[in-house]
């Protein structure tokens, strides 16, 4: 479905502005001053809000303050501030107010100047009023991008009060100085600010004031802001045990920290963790106003998408239900929220395997969405995709590619472009495909999700399974791996022709070549492609060259993954020598060879000789900062089987012992061809066994073991 927004629930500060019918005008003014501190400070999160959608949640914060409701906020605050934008009698303050509420940002910034300059110049002078003319001024700057004034303009007046002089008012500078650092994408300098607003918070009113738990509070929420999970889980933990001390596990507050945890713990995919607290939440709705409510109806939301992102189905499906019912009740069956629950209880339907139930819910849901929303809205392509899915389910491919091919040239349209419901739906696409046969297009699909999927999301993500399903689906085909080979000689060709057939680039293509055919088991292409490539670097770059021996010891592992033991052998102990004769500090190539020849000798029965080199090689790396952890577990692995092949009574060799191309990780930096001297280092192609990656076509096992390392030519 969708992300949740990198943005905490803010425990609430105290509610300092009280309003009756008789003070409308009181009230007004009170809306001018908070407005711009709460437009700047506490919207624009996204870069997708819109100003309106700002204005719009200012008014909510402001009616929430004076306890009214966002309409009477509207009807109070834009008629004044019109009406003081016109007057010439209007303090210049006020006036600098009115201009913000309007949006006209650099008036408003030149005006609170003035006010400022002003207060300076006035007898006795006003501190006060010079700390809040330069407070808006540096608002204002911030919505112009003017962030070097705004941090200009704050560091002014912090000079006029201090923490324990005025702590309120220091703290809300402070805050003003960390969002300006925010757009300068001074991400540390922010975080700074923060945990200085804390200390002092701490220092002056103690651990457990409700004020330094709500500082601590807002900076567990920059750090989750910032993608900072672990720091912001620790430090909503520490919130979480204070404001149950301090206000107890019913209280309101308890229920909004409960919420920001199980944020940070689904942002690291610990969905199952979140759940408890996602059911106390709901149950301290659901004792305070009931089921209907609103606070319940968006507690017993977030726990139906905990459920269905921990593929919690049946849970799911119960839960889904009874919000459907539930808003319905309260709202009426045309209302977003319905709609939402109705889309999670199909999709648990669906993955339940109840696909025609789940394609018949689908199928009124598209006709309800399209009347409510609109056909291309977001609302209704989500219901669309899911339809796709739904009869990619019921291997009613065809249908399934139209309707995702249309869906996702909408969505494409109308949402962001890293969206990841779009590249769900290319997903969808590449299996539908992919399943017609229609492979090269499958492909296409399947590499742009995979590249997506890598940049956006975290490993532990389900979603990166399902591309790496996919993409093995694609490569478990025989034609499909056909097509990754015609590509990779299809760069060879392209590369020769341009280059030249010897030269270095053209080379390391050709290489790419042999270790992808290598990976895919056609072992005497692969061997062919290589010798074509050592037959020209033995003579062009030596036989001492590392990219020359990086190519001799895997077309040696090829041997030895054949079972061609006196081939491997000879060909490990002609790259051991030249390794041993150039041999630096920190190189764990000779280590790496000889540990391949341990194994290769192992093969043929020689286990003693065996033990020693691979004893030997992994004395070497252990400790060591540049060996892959992978690598070495799995030379301690060999060694112990060879020496469980040489105990007494048992074979004479362990049939088993090859650690062949699928050896995990690298130990050995992967070498790119270049002339002598110069450091070394195989395509990217070369480095990965596993999918997804950006190109599915790098299925090829490393035979090295030293961590990859980039080396530009």
Not at 154 to 176: P, R, Y
Not at 490 to 513: C, F, I, K, P
Not at 615 to 633: C, E, H, I, M, T
């Amino acid at each position: 479905m969708c992300l949740l927004s990198r943005s905490f629930q803010l425990i609430a500060a105290p509610c300092l502005l009280m309003f009756s019918g008789s003070q409308a005008a009181d009230a007004g003014m009170q809306c001018l001053n908070l407005y711009p501190v709460l437009y700047t400070l506490q919207t624009g999160d996204s870069a997708n809000e819109t100003r309106p959608q700002r204005a719009t949640r200012t008014e909510q914060l402001l009616a929430s303050r004076l306890k009214l409701v966002p309409e009477q906020i509207v009807k109070l605050l834009i008629p004044l501030a019109e009406s003081i934008s016109r007057s010439t009698q209007a303090a210049r303050i006020d006036q600098a107010r009115a201009s913000f509420v309007l949006g006209v940002f650099e008036t408003s910034q030149i005006q609170a100047l003035e006010a400022g300059d002003e207060a300076h110049r006035a007898t006795p002078r006003r501190p006060e009023m010079i700390i809040a003319a330069l407070q808006l001024a540096a608002l204002a700057a911030i919505e112009q991008s003017r962030h070097e004034e705004a941090v200009k303009f704050v560091t002014v007046a912090l000079g006029e009060t201090s923490a324990d002089k005025d702590l309120a008012t220091w703290t809300q500078l402070q805050k003003i100085t960390a969002r300006a650092y925010r757009g300068l994408d001074m991400k540390k300098d922010e975080e700074r600010i923060q945990r200085h607003i804390l200390t002092e918070h701490q220092r002056i009113l103690g651990e457990n004031h409700v004020e330094t738990i709500r500082q601590h509070s807002e900076l567990a929420g920059l750090l989750y802001q910032q993608g900072n999970d672990l720091e912001s889980e620790r430090e909503t933990r520490a919130v979480l045990k204070a404001t149950l001390r301090l206000h107890g596990p019913e209280s309101d507050q308890a229920a909004i920290v409960r919420k920001n945890l199980a944020r940070v713990l689904e942002a690291q995919g610990r969905h199952s963790e979140a759940t408890p607290l996602r059911q106390d939440v709901l149950e301290a709705a659901l004792k305070a106003s009931g089921k209907q409510s609103a606070p319940a109806l968006a507690a017993r939301e977030a726990l139906v998408k905990n459920l269905a992102a921990r593929k919690s189905h049946a849970e799911c499906e119960a839960e889904a239900r009874t919000l459907m019912e539930s808003a319905q009740a309260g709202a009426g069956p045309d209302t977003a929220l319905v709609m939402n629950a109705r889309i999670y209880l199909a999709v648990s339907v669906l993955e339940q395997g109840r696909h025609e139930e789940a394609l018949q819910m689908l199928d009124q849901l598209q006709e309800d969405s399209s009347r409510l929303f609109g056909a291309g809205h977001a609302q209704t392509l989500l219901v669309i995709h899911t339809r796709g899915s739904c009869l990619n389910a019921l291997k009613r491919h065809e249908e399934a590619a139209v309707i995702l091919a249309k869906t996702l040239e909408a969505r494409k349209r109308v949402l962001p472009a890293d969206d990841l419901a779009t590249f769900e739906t290319r997903l969808q696409l590449g299996q539908a495909l992919l399943n017609l046969g229609r492979l090269k297009e499958a492909l296409a699909e399947i590499r742009i999700t995979a590249n997506a999927y890598q940049r956006l999301l975290p490993a532990s993500d389900l979603r990166m399974r399902s591309i790496a399903d996919l993409s093995n689906q694609f490569s478990s085909l025989e034609e499909g791996r056909q097509i990754l080979v015609d590509e990779h000689r299809a760069n060879y060709r392209t590369a020769a022709s341009t280059l030249g057939a010897e030269d270095l680039q053209t080379l390391n293509v050709q290489a790419g070549l042999a270790a992808y055919l290598a990976g895919m088991g056609r072992s005497d292409e692969a061997l062919a492609e290589y010798e074509k490539v050592l037959s020209i670097c033995r003579r062009k770059l030596g036989p001492d060259n590392p990219g020359t021996l990086d190519l001799l010891q895997r077309s040696a592992l090829i041997h030895l993954n054949e079972g061609r033991f006196e081939a491997c052998e000879k060909m490990l102990r002609e790259v051991l020598a030249h390794r041993q004769k150039n041999h630096k500090p920190g190189d764990l190539g000779v280590d790496e060879t000889r540990y391949h020849l341990g194994v290769c000798l192992g093969q043929m029965g020689q286990l003693r000789q065996a033990d020693e080199m691979i004893r030997q090689s992994l004395d070497a790396v252990k400790g060591q900062p540049q060996a892959n952890p992978d690598f070495v577990a799995q030379m301690e692995q060999m060694q112990a089987r060879i020496q469980k092949a040489m105990a007494p009574r048992a074979p004479a060799a362990d049939a088993g012992l090859n650690a062949g191309v699928g050896a995990p990780g690298t130990l050995q930096s992967p070498l790119q061809l270049k002339p002598a001297g110069a450091p070394a280092q195989l395509p990217a192609a070369m480095q990965q066994s596993r999918l997804p990656d950006i190109d599915p076509a790098s299925l090829v096992p490393s035979g090295t073991i030293q961590k990859p390392l980039e080396y530009k030519p």
